[in-house]
């Protein structure tokens, strides 16, 4: 069988340089390119030295850690032993995630024969299996789990960094009350122009019903005026507190939103309780959020923002 350790060291070169990078991105590390280079280089020399039996001392569990806490030196410095031990836990987090795409792929492809010829029984009496994976599965795997790492990854720092801004939402109306989570979005500024009450949106589908199903499409649709010419024509009995609320869409022209004017509205966000008496309640026909995260978009000013 013919080895070329040229190749090998290069693939390995480019594997650790991708799971550095990852590691790097992950923890939003500044670093220079050649100290990362550095550290691939010498994660891609030690699987070199397994080609020769008098080094073979060097593949064990000690060794193999001392190793990745050098090349994790190399790439990002000490910083501290906070710093390094969170850049540790990354590192190895990265690498197990992605060793676990490559084999679960691997293994999801394989037949029952593929499975069946990989297993060897040793001298023992044990039974292992042989892992036979190509170059190019092997680095269009890494570069997936890569991929879906980061993207899982930042999705939950998103999800993180939204959830400092929710906030549970409690609409009063006569007898009616409705909950639900809300988003505090400091860069809306949407008031009544006549009254200069600040406007929450929140979606229909938390009124449990107290609005016509008819309204729901022509909120979608914009044609909010037309629910109010029909007032009169058809029960409802808050008629007296809806409100139409001038707004620019997204191509600049101005439209209409259908808004409520509740009793007031409690907002508990952790230990802290605002409640309001002025404010308007925008009426959206869909979902404001594609995870169902929250279903208000809160005014910064009900909170003093």
């Known amino acids: 069988m013919i080895v070329y350790i040229d190749i090998i060291f290069l693939?390995?070169?480019l594997i650790d340089g991708a799971l550095l990078w990852t590691t790097a991105k992950s923890r939003k590390l500044s670093f220079r390119w050649w100290r990362l280079a550095a550290s691939a280089c010498l994660g891609g020399g030690y699987v070199v030295f397994m080609f020769f039996p008098p080094l073979s001392f060097l593949f064990t569990f000690a060794v193999k850690f001392l190793l990745s806490l050098l090349m994790l030196l190399t790439a990002f410095g000490f910083g501290g032993l906070t710093f390094f031990l969170r850049n540790i836990g990354a590192f190895y987090v990265v690498n197990f995630a992605a060793a676990g795409t490559v084999l679960g792929v691997h293994y999801?492809?394989?037949?029952?024969?593929?499975?069946?010829?990989?297993?060897?029984?040793?001298?023992?009496?044990?039974?292992?299996?042989k892992l036979q994976l190509g170059l190019l599965f092997l680095l269009a795997m890494l570069l997936?789990?890569?991929?879906?790492?980061?993207?899982v990854?930042?999705?939950?720092?998103?999800?993180?960094?939204?959830?400092?801004?929710?906030?549970?939402?409690?609409?009063?109306?006569?007898?009616?009350?409705?909950?639900?989570?809300?988003?505090?979005?400091?860069?809306?500024?949407?008031?009544?122009?006549?009254?200069?009450?600040?406007?929450?949106v929140m979606e229909l589908s938390q009124w449990n019903g107290k609005f016509p199903d008819a309204w729901k499409q022509k909120i979608e649709s914009s044609e909010v005026e037309q629910i109010?010419?029909?007032?009169?024509?058809e029960e409802f009995e808050w008629q007296d507190r809806l409100r139409l609320v001038p707004y620019r869409g997204v191509n600049r022209s101005t439209q209409f939103m259908l808004a409520i004017k509740p009793d007031r509205v409690v907002i508990t966000m952790g230990d802290k309780q605002y409640e309001t008496l002025k404010v308007l309640?925008?009426?959206?026909?869909?979902?404001?959020?594609?995870?169902?995260?929250?279903?208000?978009?809160?005014?910064?000013?009900?909170?003093?923002?």
Request: glycine share 8%; with cysteine; charged share 15%.
């Open 11 to 13: 693939v390995n070169v």
């Open 108 to 129: 999801f492809w394989m037949s029952s024969s593929d499975v069946m010829n990989g297993i060897l029984f040793t001298r023992s009496g044990g039974v292992e299996h």
């Open 153 to 200: 990854h930042q999705a939950a720092k998103r999800k993180e960094e939204l959830a400092s801004f929710m906030a549970k939402v409690d609409v009063h109306i006569d007898e009616f009350a409705s909950s639900c989570t809300g988003l505090i979005d400091t860069g809306n500024q949407l008031y009544d122009p006549l009254t200069k009450t600040p406007v929450m």
């Open 144 to 151: 997936a789990a890569v991929w879906l790492y980061r993207t």
């Open 228 to 233: 109010l010419m029909a007032i009169g024509t």
């Open 281 to 305: 309640i925008g009426l959206d026909g869909g979902k404001l959020s594609s995870d169902n995260a929250y279903q208000a978009i809160i005014h910064p000013n009900l909170l003093n923002l």
